[in-house]
């Protein structure tokens, strides 16, 4: 790997909600091309952290960085144009539309801004790539949850984005399936995605991540690569509720 500058640089972002400091100045930085785990215990601020970058969630302090671009406090649509993708840990299609027409509408409206025949043809590429052509004209909810969390991943890869975020997209599939997801997130890294990928499935962690950070309490405790941070005290305590 070769050093280079960072495609999101976060500087001392923070959020607090009505009582809970979710995020306290957090420092982070990711590289172009790399995959980073995002970890931490329930609660410790990953989701906040992926609502907040990708504009979802006002910001209470700091400053968000993209491409050498100061992007402080713009919201989601902005976000998105600049190159900023990301899942649910929920799925949250549109319900009423079928999975072609979900994976068509963010090619025609998210950062590539294709018209709508081409955003069609490329919204059938993501569905071949995530394996949910034979689904296309199904609504959301007859899918399976693999599906669903796969229709997740299309609908953000149609906005051909720079920068996706990706929020446990594994949890609740089959080692099979996960086995599956985990080729999935290779490839589109190797399509020149960058990733952060917020997961508890270790397994996943270990082999997709060049380098994770963990939160604990909206904090950043710990960062580097995943077998060692994951053997410093600190994280495991934070893991235990020490
Ligand atoms: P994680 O994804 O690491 O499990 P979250 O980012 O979802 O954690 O939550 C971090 C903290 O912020 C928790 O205490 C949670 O209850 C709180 N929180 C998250 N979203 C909201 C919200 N929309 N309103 C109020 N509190 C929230
Ligand atoms: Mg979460």
Same mark, same amino acid.
């Given at each position: 790997?070769?050093?280079?500058?960072?495609?999101?640089?976060?500087?001392?972002?923070?959020?607090?909600?009505?009582?809970?400091?979710?995020?306290?100045?957090?420092?982070?930085?990711?590289?172009?091309?790399?995959?980073?785990?995002?970890?931490?215990?329930?609660?410790?601020?990953?989701?906040?952290?992926?609502?907040?970058?990708?504009?979802?969630?006002?910001?209470?302090?700091?400053?968000?960085?993209?491409?050498?671009?100061?992007?402080?406090?713009?919201?989601?649509? /902005?976000?998105?144009?600049?190159?900023?993708?990301?899942?649910?840990?929920?799925?949250?299609?549109?319900?009423?539309?079928?999975?072609?027409?979900?994976?068509?509408?963010?090619?025609?409206?998210?950062?590539?801004?294709?018209?709508?025949?081409?955003?069609?043809?490329?919204?059938?590429?993501?569905?071949?790539?995530?394996?949910?052509?034979?689904?296309?004209?199904?609504?959301?909810?007859?899918?399976?949850?693999?599906?669903?969390?796969?229709?997740?991943?299309? /609908?953000?890869?149609?906005? /051909?984005?720079?920068?996706?975020?990706?929020?446990?997209?594994?949890?609740?599939?089959?080692?099979?399936?996960?086995?599956?997801?985990?080729?999935?997130?290779?490839?589109?890294?190797?399509?020149?995605?960058?990733?952060?990928?917020?997961?508890?499935?270790?397994?996943?962690?270990?082999?997709?991540? =060049?380098?994770?950070?963990?939160?604990?309490?909206?904090?950043?405790?710990?960062?580097?690569?995943?077998?060692?941070?994951?053997? =410093?005290?600190?994280?495991?305590?934070?893991?235990?509720?020490?």
């Amino acid at each position: 790997t070769t050093p280079s500058a960072p495609l999101l640089e976060v500087r001392a972002l923070s959020k607090a909600f009505k009582g809970v400091q979710a995020l306290d100045k957090v420092n982070l930085q990711v590289r172009q091309g790399e995959i980073l785990g995002l970890l931490g215990p329930n609660g410790s601020g990953k989701s906040t952290l992926i609502n907040v970058v990708s504009g979802h969630y006002p910001l209470s302090g700091g400053e968000i960085l993209f491409d050498g671009r100061n992007l402080t406090g713009a919201p989601a649509h /902005r976000m998105a144009h600049a190159g900023i993708a990301r899942t649910y840990q929920i799925p949250r299609p549109f319900a009423h539309m079928t999975v072609l027409q979900n994976v068509s509408l963010v090619a025609m409206f998210g950062c590539a801004s294709l018209p709508q025949k081409q955003a069609v043809r490329e919204a059938w590429k993501w569905l071949e790539f995530t394996g949910l052509q034979a689904r296309a004209h199904a609504l959301p909810e007859d899918l399976n949850l693999h599906q669903r969390k796969f229709l997740e991943l299309a /609908r953000a890869l149609a906005a /051909r984005p720079r920068l996706v975020l990706l929020d446990e997209v594994l949890s609740g599939l089959t080692p099979g399936e996960i086995n599956e997801a985990i080729e999935l997130i290779r490839r589109i890294r190797d399509q020149g995605a960058t990733i952060v990928f917020v997961e508890h499935v270790m397994r996943a962690v270990m082999a997709l991540t =060049d380098r994770i950070v963990v939160l604990n309490h909206g904090k950043l405790i710990a960062q580097g690569e995943a077998a060692e941070v994951m053997k =410093d005290s600190e994280v495991v305590n934070a893991y235990l509720g020490k």
